[in-house]
């Protein structure tokens, strides 16, 4: 198709309400929506298959910038396509997502048009962009979820699931590690329904690529397995069109779209220059690009007539077809397929079925135990039984981290047999992520799962998600010198803080077995939160809960597991995961020597510290002072449970390679050393 004078006044629109907004902001990237806007215009009017009506509903291609600096360029498209506002209840009231207003009040307090794309915060964005590279990762994801999808709920007359996704993405996002675990991922499982642009402007915020990126894109792709086509001008619809085509028609791989652009397309002084990316283009010119867009020169967030109109005559009409097709589609699939069509929409609202809860076991007492990878790996595979939408795998570790889920019919998730609930990452923990990001944005629920040391190549992911408050799980194993012998590489210390002092993310690290089960009935509750389930790899004892008290306590994130008797508590041992056992070990030390102490199972410090004051105040007696927390992590933050005269029992520096009972004792994660530091922390007292 050619450019008709509507389109061309759709695409000026768009890249003069970017550099509006940009230099109202007086901060942000006006550069690359002037350039893009015409390949994002071609996509999003003739191909996308997006209604801006309901901008959530299950089958609608997806959109992801993944230069999410280039944010102007998609609240330009969702304001002019009229996309609007979801609530938090998923309705749709009639409101637009993003006003003009918001597009004036680009990059200030609550407008909708936040610095870089925020899922959640406004409808229409897909995933929330601006570390490059995720975008394009998680797009990744929610190809592998439309697969998922189309195996588990298309039948026959009833393609319930087919939707495409494209992620646009520049240098930066080529550059970045993430993309190419991404790219050679989707490759590899021949994701069809996948396309990334990629904006080949050569410029970077350093200047030109040449500085630092020589890659032959081109043949790095065809080497993952993927279709590669290019576009030499942005501006060239017809290219496009055709570029698009190729992509919607290729089978057995994904399609890389290498679009050739000027950064700041039109500004005289600036055009292909890094110049036009950071900052605005100043008044002058400004002037000058609208005019030779052939745009009134003093004109400011102009919506010309018709534009509107344009878009609501093409992606607007088109998704509005599409939409009603499906929603009539779905309503006799209800008839036909009742139970999937009821499994369709409890997944789509973050629901779980009736009585997933009784498929969750207990364990009974044992003092030789188990590893609480070993519990996760029953509760696991007992939960997923229950819950056909969990699906996950692991970064090369599942035979380690026990996440394999082994009931019949699980199945592995393969090209061409996309129906299978085993997920392969290979060794790409960070696209994992990233693609765990995508699941759950698409509303499979997913888990991952890996050695607890390598969370770090994961974090920018689990942040994001975070962010998003999605409710991705994670599974980290391994999880302290526990480890033994892989020594000092193989046993994180930090991580456990540094997972906590991720806002919005749950960590629990349960004691026992019967924690094991209780933290998996937390996690499937969560809708909203991304949680990380720690877990060791060597066996704890089962407590007897007969003696102790329920772990059904874990969901309030810490209770008292073992009190003093005789009288109020005179000094308080708080652990989690593996060491809580050995505070029962002390404490019945203790008891002995006639020492009252009580035992705090903390696994959760997010949730416990969401309790009210009085709970909180009952499990941790303000008046008692004398206090030792243990934990085979960092000390670093213990104080907030243990005050600033408490004793913290935990890692200072990194550990060794060397037999667990040796590591143990070398680093005093011993009952003779948990009393003592109780007895030192009651002789302070008096
Ligand atoms: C992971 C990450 N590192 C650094 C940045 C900061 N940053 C924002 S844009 C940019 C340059 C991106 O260049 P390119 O993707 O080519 O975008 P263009 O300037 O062409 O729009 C950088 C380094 C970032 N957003 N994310
Ligand atoms: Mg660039």
């Excluded at 937390?522 to 007897?544: F, G, K, N, Y």
């Excluded at 960092?634 to 005050?643: D, H, K, M, N």
């Excluded at 667990?660 to 030192?680: C, D, H, I, T, Y």
């Amino acid at each position: 198709m050619a450019t008709t004078d509507s389109d061309q006044l759709c695409i000026n629109t768009i890249r003069t309400l970017a550099m509006d907004a940009v230099q109202q902001a007086n901060s942000g990237h006006p550069g690359t929506p002037m350039a893009m806007a015409p390949v994002a215009y071609a996509l999003w009017q003739r191909h996308l298959r997006f209604d801006p009506n309901d901008p959530i509903w299950p089958n609608r291609d997806r959109f992801v910038l993944s230069m999410g600096h280039a944010s102007m360029l998609l609240y330009s498209l969702l304001h002019l396509a009229g996309v609007k506002a979801v609530n938090p209840k998923y309705e749709t009231l009639g409101d637009l997502s993003v006003t003009l207003d918001d597009i004036k009040r680009f990059r200030q307090l609550d407008s909708k048009c936040p610095g870089h794309p925020e899922y959640r915060w406004t409808s229409g964005i897909e995933t929330t962009t601006g570390p490059l590279g995720q975008g394009v990762a998680t797009s990744v994801g929610m190809a592998i979820a439309s697969k998922w999808m189309a195996a588990r709920f298309n039948r026959p007359g009833f393609p319930m699931f087919g939707f495409d996704v494209y992620a646009m993405a520049g240098d930066g996002c080529m550059m970045e590690g993430i993309s190419q675990e991404a790219a050679s991922l989707a490759g590899h499982l021949k994701l069809d329904n996948l396309c990334w642009i990629y904006d080949n402007n050569r410029i970077t915020i350093e200047g030109h690529t040449t500085l630092a990126f020589s890659d032959d894109v081109a043949t790095r792709f065809i080497g993952y397995g993927w279709n590669v086509t290019r576009v030499g001008d942005a501006n060239d619809l017809a290219m496009l069109d055709r570029a698009f085509e190729t992509a919607k028609a290729a089978t057995d791989r994904p399609t890389l779209i290498i679009v050739d652009s000027h950064i700041g397309y039109g500004a005289p002084h600036k055009q292909d220059s890094h110049a036009a990316h950071g900052e605005p283009l100043g008044e002058e010119e400004i002037r000058l690009s609208k005019r030779f867009y052939g745009w009134p020169e003093d004109a400011k967030f102009l919506v010309p007539d018709g534009v509107r109109e344009c878009f609501a005559q093409g992606l607007g009409a088109r998704g509005a077809r599409l939409r009603a097709e499906w929603v009539a589609l779905f309503e006799s699939y209800k008839a036909a397929h009742p139970a999937l069509a009821d499994e369709l929409y409890r997944m789509q609202h973050r629901q779980l079925p009736d009585g997933w809860e009784k498929a969750i076991p207990s364990f009974p007492a044992d003092a030789k135990g188990l590893a609480g990878r070993d519990a996760s790996a029953k509760v696991l595979n007992a939960v997923a039984q229950a819950v056909p939408w969990l699906i996950g795998g692991s970064a090369d570790l599942a035979p380690s981290t026990k996440t394999r889920l082994t009931f019949d019919g699980a199945g592995d998730f393969e090209a061409g047999s996309y129906g299978g609930r085993n997920l392969h990452f290979g060794i790409r923990e960070h696209a994992m992520g990233a693609v765990l990001n995508g699941l759950s944005l698409s509303k499979v629920r997913p888990f991952g799962s890996g050695f607890l040391i390598f969370s770090d190549y994961g974090r920018a992911a689990i942040r994001l998600g975070a962010i998003m408050e999605i409710p991705v799980i994670y599974v980290f194993t391994h999880d302290s010198i526990g480890v033994g012998e892989d020594g000092p590489t193989h046993q994180p210390v930090e991580h456990l803080l540094s997972l906590r002092a991720i806002p919005g993310l749950v960590t629990i690290r349960p004691g026992d077995a019967n924690e094991v089960a209780e933290a998996w009935r937390v996690i499937m509750q969560s809708r909203h939160e991304p949680v990380c389930l720690i877990l060791s790899r060597q066996a704890l004892p089962t407590l007897d809960r007969a003696r102790y008290a329920a772990a059904s306590g874990l969901a309030r994130g810490g209770y008292v597991l073992a009190d003093a008797t005789g009288g109020a508590p005179e000094v308080l041992l708080i652990a989690t995961g593996s060491e809580v056992a050995l505070c029962v070990a002390a404490h019945e030390l203790l008891a002995k020597e006639g020492v009252r102490s009580r035992v705090v199972s903390l696994p959760s410090w997010e949730l416990f510290d969401r309790q009210e004051q009085a709970y909180k105040d009952a499990v941790l007696p303000p008046s008692v002072r004398a206090r030792v927390s243990v934990e085979q992590g960092s000390t670093l933050g213990w104080e907030r449970y243990v005050g600033h005269t408490g004793r913290t029992i935990g890692m200072r520096t990194f550990g060794a390679s060397a037999p667990l009972k040796e590591l143990q004792k070398k680093f005093g994660f011993e009952p003779g050393n948990v009393v003592s530091a109780a007895r030192e922390q009651l002789a302070k007292r008096d």
